[in-house]
């Protein structure tokens, strides 16, 4: 995220197609407030809904890329969109071996300047 503000997102379940997902915030590596579980639909793409509601141009392109100590084989997915003036671009790397989204990676960009990242960190059983 920005301004040192930090998000960590973790899949603690997935039960009957619906993913718990614990979210936890920080800034400059200090909590803000406590850990958060929403429920999410496992099956939804919300890469695809936001290029909807952006109206994004959308490219995908075959890529392999290391995350978690692993080579994954992904999709790599561009959207270029404009908003009140500012041109974003958001490439999000996509395996179907991740659970839920399958986000390996994103990167985001507001102006040609970093506005926002992701990255796989772990993967599989703690």
Known sequence: MRDDQTEEVRI??????IAGIELKMSWRGKPLGLPTIRPERADEDPIAAHARRVGAQVTVEEAVLEA???????????????????????????????????????????????????????????
């Open 68 to 126: 978690a100590g692993r080579r994954w084989p992904c999709r790599l997915v561009t959207e270029d969109w404009l908003e009140e003036g500012v041109r974003y671009v958001r490439r999000t790397w996509i395996c179907e071996a991740v659970p839920v989204y399958g986000i390996v990676r994103m990167e985001q960009t507001a102006d040609g300047q970093p506005a926002a990242s992701m990255d796989l960190l772990e993967y599989g059983p703690q």
């Open 12 to 17: 603690i379940a997935i039960d009957a197609g």
